[in-house]
């Protein structure tokens, strides 16, 4: 059973409330829009990207439901596909809102979560948060599309002089704001005791995330949104103030779902790299089950994806002569992403029961476009540990024919 919370407040400051909220736990759909535009329009541009949502919410649980009868990567997918959609339709609405009753500006924010089958779905445009309580810590779940952290993120500014610009309500992406919008999609699977809370800026600007931390993880979901609320208030209440926070059914596969998150922190491509920005490349990530014997690659044959060991450990042969064994947070098969027809060295086949993350050229080719520079990051770390590669095969080769190894 789904358990939430949803309040709103217009503050101390406001004389009006320009946000807005969803809270369809019989669909597992919620919202928050913060309205931008003054004079109402804000007011309006919030409701009406509600309206798409509530209007789309059967649809979305019905693609979560599919996901839920079969987790894969492709029914996955599907969901944030139509989630995407959805965010489409509610800027084509507002853009259109505006243009026809001399409204233009007129735009909201985004933070959105379908939840279902063990997971969390999540889509995000603007400044409004996501965040994670997890084992009694909180992971901001979303990267806020602003004038500020844009600066922050280059270096040129620090954290402590975007509290204080007078910049750091001004967005660089919204609803509204053109006829189509990139929205930052993710996934994550549920673990038992997580709560997904969503806000807009009027809490983020008002209270820090440490003791958004504390109230929201150590009151019942209830009590922690009122509390929410009075913490903003207290603060200094300048902004409208909206809270919504869910409790998700937890995955059946706990274990299996940890496991992955590990191989997601440790893998050589994503290391490193901020908890909301390994949840958006997880969309590239496909789950392939193997038994022993079960051959995931095979020697001679042509391939374009790298596989990472999740569970369980496969054997590396050589015409029939075994040469190694991997097991969980090895990988194989990374050329494969850098040259498509890379034919197989050596065929890979499984040694127990297990399972492994692959992830294919053409799917990372796309996500590179969609996100440069995330991208980038990647294609930078599929070169090093390529160079390394090179330079241990030429030290190998060299010491074999008895030769100094090549200069690098």
């Known amino acids: ?53 509530q209007a789309a919410a059967p649809s979305l649980a019905e693609a979560v439901r599919a996901y839920a009868a079969r987790p894969e990567w492709s029914t996955r997918n599907a969901v944030l596909e139509l989630l995407e ?23 909201t924010t985004l933070v ?17 948060r996501a965040y994670l309580v997890r084992d009694g810590l909180i992971r901001q779940l979303t990267e806020d599309h602003s004038m500020v952290n844009e600066l922050v993120r280059s270096g040129q500014m620090s954290r402590d002089q975007a509290l204080r610009s007078r910049y750091r309500n001004v967005i660089t ?29 009027g809490l983020s600007d008002m209270v820090d995330q440490p003791r958004i931390e504390a109230v929201a993880a150590e009151n019942d979901i209830d009590t922690a949104g009122r509390r929410l609320i009075e913490e903003a208030l207290a603060g200094g209440g300048h902004d409208n103030v909206t809270v919504v926070m869910v409790e998700p059914e937890a995955t059946p596969q ?25 949840l958006r490349v997880s969309r590239i990530c496909e789950e392939l089950f193997f038994t022993p014997g079960q051959q995931l690659v095979r020697e001679g044959e042509t391939g374009d994806a790298m596989y990472a060991i999740v569970q369980g450990e496969v054997r590396v042969l050589n015409h029939g002569v075994e040469l190694a064994r991997l097991d969980a947070g090895q990988h194989f098969g ?9 034919t197989r060295t050596a065929t890979v086949e499984g040694a127990s029961f297990g399972s492994a993350i692959v992830v294919r050229r ?21 070169l090093s540990a390529l160079g390394t590669r090179l330079a241990t095969t030429n030290e190998l080769a060299a010491r074999t024919l008895g030769a100094a190894p090549t200069a690098r």
């Open 85 to 107: 959609s959805v965010c489409q339709s509610a800027s084509r609405r507002v853009y259109d809102e505006a243009e026809s009753n001399n409204r233009r500006g007129m735009t």
């Open 254 to 278: 706990t274990e299996a779902a940890r496991a992955r998150a590990r191989i997601m922190e440790t893998l050589f491509l994503f290391e490193g790299m901020p908890f909301h920005v390994r």
């Open 362 to 382: 053409r799917l990372l080719t796309e996500f590179c476009q969609r996100e440069p520079e995330v991208g980038s990051q990647i294609l930078w770390r599929l």
């Open 112 to 128: 959105a979560c379908v939840v279902g089958g063990g997971a969390c779905f999540l889509a995000h445009v603007g400044d409004s």
């Open 1 to 53: 059973m789904i358990r939430y919370t949803a309040l709103s407040d217009t503050g101390r400051r406001r004389k009006s409330n320009e946000d807005a909220m969803l809270a369809d736990v019989e669909n597992g759909v919620f919202v928050v829009a913060d309205g931008v535009g003054g004079r109402a329009a804000g007011e309006v541009a919030s409701s009406i990207t509600i309206e798409t949502f």
């Open 173 to 201: 992406r919204a609803i509204g704001l053109y006829p189509t919008v990139q929205a930052d999609l993710m996934s994550m699977e549920s673990l038992p005791g997580d709560r997904v809370l969503l806000s807009s800026d």
């Open 334 to 342: 990374e050329l494969g992403l850098v040259e498509p027809i890379q």
